[in-house]
């Protein structure tokens, strides 16, 4: 997916407060949602059995990625009026693998920063309009990820500096994780002949990879469904398409670190036939905030919102 959900969520809570977000004297006027509640987007199949082949992982391995992510709430605090908040984000890269171990797992990724832009905007409390850009200043520029034996993930820039500036860490930890994070997806659904309507058996952690959510996140992620539908032809070649609806919800008695929240989204996630490797995403659904845990200090936030997500992938083998 590209973008921690909760991260977005707890950084968009944290500037309705009135945290980094510019402000000027225009009104704001609130967007129109672009995922519709309970209305998972999902596009044509050809309804046929398939048999997906996973392929382990190459060094010279390339994949663009594109992406776009749209957030949109609705946010309250104690005291204070109504307040509307939004995110736009793009973003095109290329993640090439340099170096894979004897089992297959990756060594060493370098990550080029086409396309970068992440907009934020909306109302404060006085009514006035606020808005940031930022992400731009990573566009044309090139990064290394390597993972070292003792699993420490280690960031450089082109000259081989570590990188610093937590932005740019930030998107580079998000870019890794769908290589450095295992590739669970691909052969829970390798393993047999799948045939339209067949329900796949998920790994809720593998989840949590693909919505690169650390495993010590503060929250649960519950599959409802992720079953077989067909398969599509790409311009990269044929693809299995899978329905999936979860739920993320905080785990029991997490500490919070700032607004806990409630989602349920859904669509669909694109497998590769040939190599097993996800060329597609295409989610949307809610969130909603919950009442602190009993006890836990800070502002109670409530609010709700709708999200969409759109990734495409395309693989390039050596």
Known sequence: MNISARALVVTFALGAAGVSLAQDSQPATP????????????????????????????????????????????????????????????????????EVDSKGKAVQLGVEFTKQSEVMEGTDPTGGARRQERGKELEGKAFSVER??????????????PVEDFAAKRELEQSGRSVFGGFGLGPAVAKAELKPGQSVDIDPKDMKVLMEMPGDDGMEVSIQEFSYRGTRALESGKAAVFKVICKLEPTAGAAGGGPRTRMEIGGEILISVDGARIVGIELAGTLEFLPPPAGAGGPTFEGKGVLRVSRTTTIKLP
Request: proline share 6%; hydrophobic share 35%.
């Open 31 to 98: 967007a129109t949602p672009k995922a519709d509640p309970g209305k998972y987007p999902s596009g044509k199949v050809d309804a046929e059995s398939v048999k997906v082949e996973f392929r382990a992982l190459q060094a010279g391995e390339a994949r663009t990625e594109v992406g776009t992510l749209d957030l949109e709430m609705e946010i309250t605090l104690p005291g204070q009026p109504l307040m509307t908040q939004a995110m736009t984000k793009s973003f095109e890269r290329t993640l090439t693998l340099r």
């Open 148 to 161: 070292q034996d003792d699993g420490t993930i280690v960031y450089s820039d082109a000259k081989g500096a």
